[in-house]
């Protein structure tokens, strides 16, 4: 924990450029409305969940499904099986190893947001044809922020949570409006 504290206070007190003058860390990417440190803050922290990708990504569902118990049936094969047995099932591990990995390209390509654009739009899609909606991403949000929290203290400092709200909606607004193309009213 002191390692992360201490690169946090790193990171924000504006130290991140010293090594790399020429970078402007407070300059906003219109493309996704995050400053270069932002970036920086999201992408060096992602690799902090990546260290234990599946047992977050399972803790990441099995808190959502805590929360919206009325989603599991959205995921065929889990119906009806209790959420301690979900926990150390292959199949959820499959699922969310799947949007671990689909966070991590996100993540990946804040610097390309055209390739960003397309893969959302993808992902879009494919939600909106299996009628996810989108409460339910935003219901994901919320624990996923709160998962981020317990596990990089990011709580200690509202720029950091900012940096990942931020993120967390410039996916969502592309996986929006793919659901929108897909979804049969
Ligand atoms: C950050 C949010 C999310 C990301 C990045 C994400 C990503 C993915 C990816 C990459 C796949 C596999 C590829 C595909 O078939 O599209 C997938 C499958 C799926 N997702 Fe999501 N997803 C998210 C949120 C949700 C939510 C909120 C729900 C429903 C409540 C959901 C339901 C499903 C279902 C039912 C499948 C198919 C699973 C299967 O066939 O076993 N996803 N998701």
Same mark, same amino acid.
């Not at 206070?9 to 906003?28: E, Q």
């Not at 690799?47 to 990708?53: A, G, Q």
């Not at 990946?108 to 909106?128: F, I, Q, R, T, V």
């Not at 990011?154 to 950091?160: F, M, R, S, Y």
């Given at each position: 924990?002191?390692?992360?504290?201490?690169?946090?206070?790193?990171?924000?007190?504006?130290?991140?450029?010293?090594?790399?003058?020429?970078?402007?860390?407070?300059?906003?990417?219109?493309?996704?409305?995050?400053?270069?440190?932002?970036?920086?803050?999201?992408?060096?922290?992602?690799?902090?969940?990546?260290?234990?990708?599946?047992?977050?990504?399972? /803790?990441?569902?099995?808190?959502?499904?805590?929360?919206?118990?009325?989603?599991?049936?959205?995921?065929?094969?889990?119906?009806?099986?209790?959420?301690?047995?979900?926990?150390?099932?292959?199949?959820?591990?499959?699922?969310?190893?799947?949007?671990?990995?689909?966070?991590?390209?996100?993540?990946?390509?804040?610097?390309?947001?055209?390739?960003?654009?397309?893969?959302?739009?993808?992902?879009?899609?494919?939600?909106?044809?299996?009628?996810?909606?989108?409460? /339910?991403?935003?219901?994901?949000?919320?624990?996923?922020?709160?998962?981020?929290?317990?596990?990089?203290?990011?709580?200690?400092? /509202?720029?950091?949570?900012?940096?990942?709200?931020?993120?967390?909606?410039?996916?969502?607004?592309?996986?929006?409006?793919?659901?929108?193309?897909?979804?049969?009213?």
């Amino acid at each position: 924990m002191g390692i992360i504290l201490s690169y946090l206070s790193y990171l924000w007190n504006g130290d991140a450029g010293a090594a790399a003058p020429a970078i402007d860390w407070d300059r906003t990417d219109p493309a996704t409305g995050l400053t270069a440190r932002q970036k920086k803050f999201v992408t060096d922290t992602w690799e902090l969940v990546k260290k234990d990708i599946k047992g977050n990504g399972v /803790e990441l569902f099995i808190r959502f499904f805590e929360r919206r118990p009325d989603a599991v049936p959205r995921f065929r094969s889990f119906v009806g099986v209790p959420l301690e047995e979900l926990r150390h099932s292959k199949r959820l591990l499959a699922h969310t190893n799947s949007v671990m990995y689909a966070l991590d390209s996100v993540v990946a390509s804040l610097d390309d947001p055209e390739c960003l654009h397309e893969m959302l739009l993808k992902m879009g899609e494919n939600h909106g044809r299996r009628r996810v909606t989108e409460q /339910e991403f935003l219901d994901l949000k919320v624990v996923l922020m709160d998962l981020l929290k317990d596990k990089l203290d990011i709580h200690l400092n /509202e720029e950091g949570e900012e940096a990942w709200s931020k993120t967390i909606d410039v996916a969502y607004k592309g996986i929006f409006e793919g659901m929108k193309s897909e979804v049969v009213q």
